[in-house]
């Protein structure tokens, strides 16, 4: 099985600007690494970096903000067949960063594709997170639930993270942290990363989701799919 047909966009979702170090960056790595060796063409994008607007609209310069980035950020989304949304865990939640990047592919979700589906579907979807507190799983849970909400598909086993003991440590990448070398993390980032290129291989072979019982435009238009419905003609 191939997979350079493939493209993945990794949204680094850190508080840091470049190019300060951030520590999820160094998970990033891990997984990219093992998706460029399969011929996967992969963008990484540091979501802080970028005017991002706050916003429920695809395009928020059309609701009073001076400037948008993210109509730009959007279509790089829509060129790539995995999404990995990668950030630190900060009161046992997702960054504020996170958070306005899942608000903004939000935004979105109402756009269609050509088959009259919602536009994220056929792409797939996963998470990576970082930290020196507990939350890794409540933070996995939000995104991927997102995610899938939106349209994409989950594969099984699509988070992985490292987080140091409870309270003020080590992060990810300080010395004597043991992040890059904890063989868990390290573990189901790889599983993530190939299941993500797996099911991403699937949905692009087969055409997408298939498009019955799911399409917004022909809902719209009366058609109920099936389900009996006597207003249709």
């Known amino acids: 099985m191939t997979y350079d047909d493939l493209r993945a966009l990794v949204i680094n979702c850190t508080l840091k600007k470049s190019p300060e170090l951030s520590h999820t960056q160094g998970l990033i790595d891990r997984s990219v690494h093992l998706m460029r060796e399969q011929g996967v063409q992969v963008e990484e994008l540091r979501a802080v970096d970028h005017d991002i607007a706050t916003g429920v609209w695809p395009d928020m310069t059309e609701h009073g903000w001076a400037t948008d980035e993210w109509p730009a950020i959007y279509e790089r989304v829509l060129a790539a067949d995995i999404l990995v949304l990668a950030g630190p865990i900060w009161l046992g939640d997702n960054s504020s960063v996170t958070k306005r990047v899942i ?131």
């Open 103 to 233: 608000e903004r592919l939000y935004a979105c979700s109402s756009l269609l594709n050509d088959a009259g589906q919602y536009a994220y579907y056929g792409r797939v979807g996963g998470c990576l997170i970082t930290g020196n507190e507990d939350g890794i799983k409540h933070c996995a849970m939000n995104v991927l639930y997102s995610l899938q909400h939106l349209g994409y598909t989950i594969p099984p086993q699509a988070d992985a993270g490292w987080i140091g003991e409870a309270g003020p440590g080590p992060s990810y990448l300080d010395p004597g942290s043991g992040g890059p070398a904890n063989d868990f993390t390290n573990r189901n980032t790889t599983f993530m990363t190939w299941n993500l290129m797996h099911l991403a291989r699937l949905l692009k072979d087969a055409g997408g989701i298939p498009a019955h019982g799911n399409q917004r435009s022909l809902w719209d238009a009366g058609c109920r799919f099936d389900y009996p419905n006597p207003e249709h003609r």
